[in-house]
């Protein structure tokens, strides 16, 4: 693919100095070897910028998980390059005063900043959840220390960078911070300003279940609604007023594109911000970028019997990809398992047990509780390899779609390999951020 030959040349063209420009006197293999580690670091973190700022080209081949997850796995693979780059250029003949000494040059102590920065930016991602450190605070930390890695690291390679003295490596060097920072302001404060500029309008607030609101968002006017898939995703920025707050968050698509005029995203409260959706009005303000994502029956028309899993309000893309396949009749064999906590939390249950009375698609609907009411006299329990087997025999034929809360889709992807279903035939978008 173009977007991947792309990056993958942006990253080792540093790396070309490693067969032109000699090493020097008393500076052998491992020498170079240290350089290479070290341009092709720095590449990579210029890099990350792109990888981040959420550009369709980057996104659509892959899916938005995929990329975070590739922008996560290279931030990890440049601390490990930089770390041992300057252990490298010591074995390989700078001597390790390099390493141990602090009566060094300042742009080698801008290095040892410049590494510094750079593992606690990826310690404090690794382990936010265990700091108790909120996603927004996070996210400005993340871009704070982010400029600050890009600009020492910068400083350091120009001071005393081997490479550096050549005129390709010295325009090669701005280019790469010229990028990063130019993609880095376009995504935190050029963009937001343009959508915020023209907003989206919330035209419906409907709570589904207890605590669940779907939000019914239309463009401007003279503006029509953008193309999605079902199953699709969205960034949304409420400016609602009123004191409350204003952050941007990734929701699931809940409506079908093949309802016009507003696109809907259904939210339950749980987090800060989350618990406060409930407060949204008719007419509020919602900066809109999307769609993203490829966890879609739309993209795989191959896909004739599915099984569908869900967990609370992750039937929201499963509710949308049904929506999609009802309106088109088409003619697929499909299960759900839905799984909830109480009759009360079931969103959808209306419509998706009328569905079933459809036959294109044919759909089997099975409801699972894990606190059932002494009335329900449906299945109990979890969605576990027993209530796959019981309820979906011929499981091992299907492609699955999943989608539900972390620990509910660590044990149904247990639980499907057990069963002998093919990773290729599992379909899920995780997001880790």
Same mark, same amino acid.
């Given at each position: 693919m173009m977007v991947v030959a792309a990056y993958a040349l942006a990253v080792l063209l540093p790396v070309l100095g490693f067969f032109w420009i000699p090493s020097g006197p008393g500076h052998g293999r491992v020498f170079d070897v240290g350089r290479a580690a070290g341009m092709a670091g720095f590449a990579i973190l210029m890099m990350q910028a792109v990888l981040a700022a959420r550009f369709k080209f980057t996104e659509k081949p892959f899916g938005f998980d995929m990329v975070i997850r590739f922008h996560q796995a290279m931030a990890a693979l440049a601390l490990l390059l930089l770390a041992f780059h300057p252990f490298l250029l010591a074995v390989g003949g700078a001597g390790w005063d390099l390493v141990t000494s602090f009566d060094v040059s300042g742009g080698i102590l801008v290095g040892r900043v410049a590494l510094g920065v750079l593992i606690v930016n990826v310690g404090v991602s690794i382990f936010r959840e265990r700091l108790n450190l909120e996603f927004e605070k996070w996210r400005v930390l993340h871009g704070v220390l982010g400029v600050l890695l890009l600009v020492t690291i910068f400083a350091h390679g120009w $001071?005393?960078?081997?490479?550096?003295?050549?005129?390709? /490596? #010295?325009? !090669?060097?701005? $280019?790469f911070l010229v990028l990063a920072v130019l993609v880095f302001l376009y995504h935190r404060f050029v963009r937001p300003a343009i959508l915020a500029r023209r907003p989206w309008r919330?035209? =419906?607030? =409907?709570?589904?279940? +207890?605590?669940?609101?779907?939000? %019914?968002?239309?463009? +401007? &006017? %003279?503006?029509?609604?953008?193309? /999605? !898939? +079902?199953? #699709?995703?969205?960034?949304?920025?409420? @400016?609602? %007023? @009123? *004191?409350?707050?204003?952050? &941007?968050?990734?929701?699931?698509?809940s409506s079908s594109p093949t309802e016009d005029g507003q696109v809907a995203s259904t939210i339950k409260e749980s987090g800060d911000f989350t618990a406060t959706i409930g407060a949204t009005r008719v007419g509020d303000a919602v900066a809109v970028l999307g769609p993203f994502?490829?966890?879609?029956?739309?993209?795989?028309? &191959? *896909? @004739?019997?599915? !099984?569908?899993?869900?967990?609370?309000?992750?039937?929201?893309?499963?509710?949308?990809?049904?929506?999609?396949? $009802? *309106?088109? @009749? =088409?003619?697929? *064999?499909?299960?759900?398992?839905? %799984?909830?906590?109480? &009759?009360?939390?079931?969103a959808f249950r209306q419509e998706l047990e009328a569905l079933t009375e459809g036959q294109c698609p044919k759909l089997r609907l099975v409801h699972i509780l894990s606190e059932p009411g002494e009335d329900w006299t449906g299945p109990t329990g979890f969605v576990d390899q027993e209530a796959i087997k019981t309820h979906c025999a011929d499981v091992g034929e299907r492609s699955v779609y999943l989608c539900g809360p972390g620990p509910m889709s660590h044990m149904v992807r247990s639980a499907l390999e057990s069963l002998g279903v093919p990773s290729q035939r599992l379909r899920e978008e995780k997001f880790s951020f």
């Open positions: $001071a005393v960078g081997y490479d550096l003295t050549h005129l390709f /490596y #010295q325009v !090669l060097w701005i $280019a919330v035209t =419906e607030v =409907e709570e589904v279940v +207890p605590k669940v609101w779907t939000l %019914g968002m239309s463009p +401007p &006017e %003279g503006h029509s609604a953008y193309d /999605y !898939l +079902p199953g #699709q995703f969205h960034f949304l920025t409420f @400016r609602r %007023g @009123r *004191d409350l707050p204003v952050e &941007e968050h990734h929701f699931t698509i994502g490829r966890f879609s029956t739309a993209l795989h028309p &191959e *896909d @004739r019997k599915i !099984l569908f899993i869900a967990g609370g309000i992750g039937i929201t893309p499963i509710r949308s990809m049904l929506r999609y396949m $009802a *309106d088109r @009749r =088409e003619d697929r *064999d499909v299960g759900l398992l839905f %799984g909830n906590v109480t &009759e009360s939390a079931i």
